[in-house]
């Protein structure tokens, strides 16, 4: 009989996190831990809850320890707590952009810093973090969450090459708009400033627009359900109906025309 695989899934209190850790509990191969930060997991959800705010490196290593304290080893991390930003890059003010790249992209940072030795050790490990289709896209009055998603990318894309000799699949799971509680707990930039509304109005036209056709988290669940029971996980996951229909299809539509249908979508009328 093969060992139990202990899986570690960030932002396990709602959304994606929730239905990912709560899916992954119901295989019997796997021991899976969630983690909440402000939000208590009061129902009965088959997985292990901890406490963990990736902002904190003394949060991480708590966190890590218990796992490894209780289960002994640490085989699949899955990245996924993270917070939204939205504002113009002339609206939003350095110190929220800091705030927000701190979470998403330092707090992925840090989680797989605490989290390689023991994968080296090991000799095996999967790390799969999560970007976003927005980022690959460019989506106006929300760069700075395209940007720290598309960092998320990069750093995956050069980490699964330092890191494969050890055994250890880093890959990346981009969701298009997924119907949870992330677009609830949105921060908005304090600087909003007149002359973007025309702007702003076009992109909350797009976002309701999104919504209305948009995933429900467990199908991205479900995405990295696969990508954790994959032999060989390829680098990156498009999840969602929306994000597959993206990674198919823009890589046949030339850059300037992308370019056009992006100016005129958010023209000013
Ligand atoms: N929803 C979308 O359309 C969409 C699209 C593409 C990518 N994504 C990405 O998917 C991931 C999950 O998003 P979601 O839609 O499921 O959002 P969500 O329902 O708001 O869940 C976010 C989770 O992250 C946790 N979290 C936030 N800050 C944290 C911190 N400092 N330390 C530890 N945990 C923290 C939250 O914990 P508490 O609730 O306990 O505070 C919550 O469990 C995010 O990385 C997001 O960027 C979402």
Known sequence: MAAER???????????????????????DLRVFGTKLTHEIVEQ??????????NSDESVAACVNAVLDRAGRLDVLVNNAGIGLLGMVEETSLAECKAMFETNYFGTVRMIRAVLPVMREQGEGLIINTSSVAGHIGVPYEPHYCACKL???????????????????????????????????????????DAYDSVRE????????????GNEAPA???????????????LRY????????YGRFHKLIPGFLMDRIMRKKFAPR
């Open 151 to 193: 960092a998320i990318d990069g750093l995956t894309r050069a980490l699964r090459y330092e890191v494969a000799s050890f055994g250890i699949d880093v890959c990346v799971v981009a969701p298009g708009y997924v119907r949870t509680s992330f677009y609830d707990v949105l921060r908005e930039a304090e600087g909003q400033l």
């Open 6 to 28: 202990v899986v570690l899934v960030t932002g396990a209190s709602s959304g994606i996190g929730l239905e990912t850790a709560r899916l992954l509990s119901q295989d019997e």
């Open 220 to 234: 991205i669940a479900r995405e990295v359900v696969k990508i954790v029971k994959a032999k060989s996980p390829r």
């Open 202 to 213: 076009r992109a909350i036209e797009s976002f309701e627009e999104s919504a209305r056709h």
């Open 238 to 245: 498009w999840a969602g109906k929306d994000a597959r229909l």
């Open 45 to 54: 959800v088959g997985f292990e809850v901890l406490d963990l705010d990736i």
